[in-house]
C-alpha cells in the first residue's frame, strides 16, 4: 500500500491565522535607503486589509557593512508603519555589536564582518597610528559615547524568535530535530550548514535569513530572505496570507 502511496497523510499547506497578513523584512545591514523604499512597498500593499491585523516581522542584522546602521535603527524607531503591529528579531551582528559594547576583545572579530562601518555610522573613527588595542579600546569608549540611550535600549530588547500560525521566524535558522522551546541562541542566529542542508519537518515553516541568496529561497521546511541587500542593492519582504506567500523587493 506504501508503494502505491495509499496511507500516506500529506501536511495540510503551512497558513498563517485568518484575517492576519504577516510582512518578513530581510536582512537590512545599514541600507536605510532599501528600507525607505520597501516600507513604502508594504504600505501599499496592505491597502485594503484594513480589517484584517497587520504584522510586519524584521528577521534581523539592522547594523554592520552597509554606511547606514544609525540610520535605519532611526527609521525603524522613528518610523513604525501605522496600523502594524511590529517584531524586531536580534541578528548575530548586533550580538557582536553589544559583545564590543561590554568586552572590547571581541573588536577584531566584530570589524572584520562589518563593524567598521557602523563605527563609521556613529561618528567613530580609529587611528591608524595607535597599536590595535587602544585603538579598540577608544573606538568602544566613543561609540558608547555616541550611541544614544534608544538604540542600546532597541538592541538589548530584541526578540530571538516570533511564531504565527504555521510559520516561525528567526534569524539564521534552527537547529534540526531539537525542539523548538529548546533552541539555543547560538543556533537561532549563526546556524547554517545543517539547517540550511535539512529536509527534515521542523513542525513549523522557518522563515530566515543569515544566509545570503541572490533570489528568496523556497524549500520545502524554510523560506530564506536575505538576498544581501548590502552588496546586491535588494532588499526582500516575504508577505504571507493564509496559505498563499509572495514577495515584495526595494532595488537600487
Not at 591608524?128 to 573606538?139: F, G, I, V
Not at 535600549?153 to 530584541?158: A, D, T
Not at 527534515?200 to 522557518?206: E, I, P
Request: glycine share 10%.
Amino acid at each position: 500500500m506504501r508503494l502505491f502511496g495509499f496511507g500516506r497523510r500529506e501536511r495540510a499547506p503551512y497558513s498563517v491565522p485568518r484575517h492576519t497578513r504577516v510582512y518578513a523584512v530581510g536582512d537590512i545591514h545599514g541600507r536605510a535607503d532599501l528600507l525607505r523604499d520597501l516600507q513604502a512597498m508594504i504600505l501599499e500593499d496592505a491597502t485594503g486589509y484594513d480589517e484584517f491585523r497587520k504584522v510586519i516581522v524584521y528577521i534581523g542584522d539592522y547594523v554592520d557593512r552597509g554606511l547606514q546602521s544609525r540610520e535605519v535603527i532611526e527609521l525603524l524607531l522613528d518610523s513604525p508603519l501605522p496600523g502594524f503591529e511590529v517584531v524586531y528579531l536580534k541578528g548575530n551582528h548586533e550580538a557582536l555589536m553589544l559583545d564590543f559594547l561590554e568586552d572590547v576583545k571581541s573588536g577584531p572579530g566584530w570589524l572584520e564582518i562589518g563593524g567598521s562601518a557602523t563605527l563609521f555610522s556613529y561618528g567613530v573613527s580609529m587611528s591608524d597610528q595607535l597599536p590595535l588595542a587602544k585603538r579598540l579600546a577608544e573606538a568602544q569608549s566613543e561609540l558608547k559615547r555616541q550611541l544614544p540611550e534608544r538604540h542600546l535600549h532597541f538592541l538589548y530588547n530584541l526578540s530571538l524568535q516570533h511564531s504565527e500560525g504555521d510559520y516561525l521566524f528567526v534569524h539564521a535558522g534552527i537547529r534540526p530535530r531539537k525542539p523548538l522551546d529548546g533552541q539555543t541562541e547560538q543556533d537561532l542566529l549563526w546556524i547554517r550548514g545543517e539547517f540550511l542542508e535539512s529536509v527534515v519537518d521542523h513542525g513549523k515553516m522557518v522563515v530566515h535569513g543569515h544566509s545570503i541568496t541572490w533570489e528568496p529561497e523556497v524549500r520545502s521546511n524554510r523560506i530564506g530572505i536575505d538576498t544581501g541587500a548590502f552588496a546586491s542593492g535588494v532588499l526582500t519582504c516575504l508577505i504571507l496570507n493564509g496559505t498563499d506567500h509572495k514577495f515584495l523587493q526595494a532595488r537600487q
